[in-house]
């Protein structure tokens, strides 16, 4: 099986997110400079440096996570649980501009230490994150992608007790962590392996 995407492709639903998977979730919390709040998933996310800490989602197009990123320079990007699936999919329905989806989804919230954005108290990791660039991808003619990519540098991290082992590692499977697989799919990282990197050979 080949396809050229430019040219379509033969499936009754495209299968390019499904193929880039699982993807994290990245659960991007922004304030206006108004004081309006947003909350929004997006798997189009991940991280891109650790030194510094820089991580990048991606829009697409003008929506609040963007805008009131822009706005006020910063966002905070949670990770999700298991047990905070359906609050995660409920926030990503299409509310009215201005509409806070951490009260619509009834979450608990707290203003951030380095930021001005809100952050999920029960969320098992947040990134607080200042805007480092704002960018369209060019398609191989140069083309701006309507999708715009929002880098953070990580100016703060928080980690839920829960999630903590008793020799100071984050949990990942213990907190069940949630990733998009395409279409209408997820996954649940509930099973970690560990395997040492090989020797010089």
């Given at each position: 099986m080949f396809?050229?995407?430019?040219?379509?492709?033969?499936f009754r639903h495209n299968p390019f997110k499904a193929l880039v998977a699982p993807r994290p979730?990245?659960?991007?919390?922004t304030r206006s400079k108004s004081g309006a709040e947003n909350l929004s998933p997006y798997s189009f996310f991940n991280a891109?440096?650790?030194?510094?800490?820089?991580?990048?989602?991606?829009?697409d197009g003008e929506k609040d996570s963007l805008s009131f990123a822009r706005e006020s320079g910063c966002f905070v990007a949670h990770s999700v649980s298991a047990t905070l699936f359906d609050a995660m999919n409920q926030s990503s329905a299409a509310y009215?501009?201005?509409?806070?989806?951490?009260?619509?989804?009834?979450l608990a919230s707290v203003?951030?230490?380095?930021?001005?954005?809100?952050?999920?108290v029960d969320a098992p990791s947040a990134l607080e994150c200042i805007v480092t660039q704002i960018m369209q991808p060019l398609d191989k003619d140069g083309v701006p992608?309507?999708?715009?990519?929002?880098?953070?540098?990580?100016?703060?991290v928080h980690i839920h007790d829960d999630y903590v082992t008793e020799d100071g590692r984050f949990d990942s499977s213990k907190a069940s962590l949630m990733a998009r697989c395409g279409y209408l799919?997820?996954?649940?990282?509930?099973?970690?392996?560990?395997?040492s990197r090989p020797k010089q050979p």
């Open positions: 396809y050229e995407p430019s040219l379509g492709h033969p979730i990245g659960w991007i919390a891109v440096s650790d030194e510094p800490p820089i991580i990048v989602f991606s829009s009215a501009r201005g509409v806070s989806e951490i009260e619509a989804t009834g203003d951030a230490e380095r930021v001005d954005a809100p952050r999920l992608s309507r999708y715009h990519m929002v880098f953070g540098q990580v100016v703060g799919d997820y996954a649940v990282a509930s099973t970690i392996i560990a395997k």
